[in-house]
């Protein structure tokens, strides 16, 4: 049988494009291989966002250079932002590569595939649906609208389907995926909107879970707040990134609001759903940023408490507006203790927020088995461990919380609880 190999780097955008692509060989009758060397067909799933990312891309596309070269007849495909308009470019400098496709656009060999041939047969208890792919925003800082053009949301009735069929086939849980998830449904023809798209999917009788992300502070409307807290099979997780906590910083950035506006959201929000769970994402070290903005955000995390934050130093992507207009001006240096007091913070926060949980019994849909012990998460999305000799993939299990560390929680089951 031919094998296959996926390589993904970057967002759960790109992690579930290669779920499909992944699927769409198995249907195909081919075996998914961990090794390069024995895969007749190699596909890298790439990501741009940081110079990092793109680096790694660039290593791993060389290194492969010589097995092309002993074995001419493997085929050998990139995909993801590195794949943007202008292939004649990348043909030039990857000649070893037989084909470059934009990201959700297969090339001819696997055109024919409708969307809905690409479902996994048997899909894991949890899975990720794209709803909608590009962005409109153009942040300063980010690449993702030049390498995955304008927004193009899918339609309800073609989501739900597939929803559907994954239900079908054994999914509990969806998370439905889009750079910007909430402005989801504006390019479609009746407007319709993720709240009208999660009061859909609520529908499907067997989905017990549905997600979303990730969020603009611009789109997030009280519809979709409302709707989030009062429909039963929507958690009451919401990522919503901020980015920076100065307004300075956020109009240099493009973000479209101010940290009025933004706190002004986390208090509905907050109203409406005394429990959710929140994250955000943050830059440190944008162009000039100066001690006193970067306290800002500092601040407003300390004073919003999140349970998550993802924290990022800046990095100039080339072809962006603040690439092209303002000088990366913060030592790398500097940049890592901004971004090490941010850590060191939201380590704190956490784990007060977890600790809280100790004692309690919380609601762990079952994904899968890590270092021998179950592991799944929380309607808010925390991670839980635990240890049984059951069988529990795709249940729902009631589990008592006996540790708690800032990244995760541990405990026992409570075997009355199993669904
Ligand atoms: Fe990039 Fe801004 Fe769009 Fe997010 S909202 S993908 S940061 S341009």
Not at 41 to 47: A, E, G, P, R, T
Request: with cysteine.
């Amino acid at each position: 049988m031919p094998q296959y190999y996926i390589w993904t780097i970057g967002c759960q955008m790109n992690k579930a494009e290669s779920q499909r692509l992944g699927s769409f060989f198995e249907q195909r009758g081919y075996l998914a291989t961990a090794t390069v060397e024995k895969a007749d067909i190699i596909v890298l799933n790439s990501c741009v966002v940081r110079q990092s990312a793109e680096n790694r891309v660039i290593n791993k596309l060389n290194a492969l250079k010589p097995l092309k070269r002993f074995r001419p007849s493997l085929t050998l495909a990139l995909t993801g932002c590195l794949v943007n308009s202008d292939t004649e470019q990348l043909k030039k400098d990857f000649p070893h590569v037989d084909f470059f496709f934009k990201p959700g656009d297969y090339p001819h060999w696997l055109e024919k595939a409708e969307r809905g041939q690409v479902l996994p047969q048997h899909p894991p208890p949890s899975i990720y649906v794209p709803i909608i792919q590009g962005c409109d925003n153009f942040c300063s800082y980010c690449v993702v609208p030049y390498r995955r053009g304008r927004e193009r949301s899918r339609p309800i009735a073609e989501i739900t389907g597939e929803v559907r069929e994954l239900v079908h086939r054994g999914a509990k849980e969806v998370t439905l995926l889009g750079q910007n998830v909430d402005s989801y449904g504006h390019d479609l023809p009746d407007q319709a909107d993720l709240a009208d798209l999660l009061n859909e999917l609520s529908t499907i009788d067997e989905l017990v879970r549905i997600r979303f992300l990730t969020n603009h502070p611009k789109d997030m409307s009280t519809k979709l707040i409302e709707t989030v807290a009062c429909l039963d099979k929507v958690c009451r997780q919401i990522s919503l990134p901020v980015q920076s906590g100065s307004n300075d910083i956020l109009k240099a950035m493009r973000r479209g609001y101010t940290v009025e506006h933004y706190r002004q959201l986390i208090a509905e929000i907050r109203s409406k759903m005394p429990k959710v769970a929140l994250s955000t994402d943050v830059i440190v070290g944008f162009p000039s940023e100066s001690e006193e903005q970067f306290r800002q955000t500092f601040s407003l995390l300390s004073e919003l408490r999140f349970d998550i934050v993802h924290v990022a130093t800046y990095s100039p992507r080339a072809g962006t507006i603040a690439a092209k207009e303002l000088e990366d001006n913060i030592p790398a240096i500097e940049k890592r203790r901004r971004f090490d007091m941010i850590e060191q913070l939201q380590e704190g926060i956490a784990a007060e927020i977890n600790t809280q949980l100790l004692g309690t019994t919380v609601e762990v849909l079952v994904e899968g088995k890590k270092d021998s012990k179950w592991q799944g998460r929380t309607r808010s999305g925390k991670l839980v461990f635990f240890s049984d000799n059951g069988d529990y993939p795709g249940k729902l299990v009631n589990i008592r919380i006996e540790k708690t560390s800032p990244w995760s929680l541990q405990g026992k089951i409570e075997l009355s609880g199993i669904n």
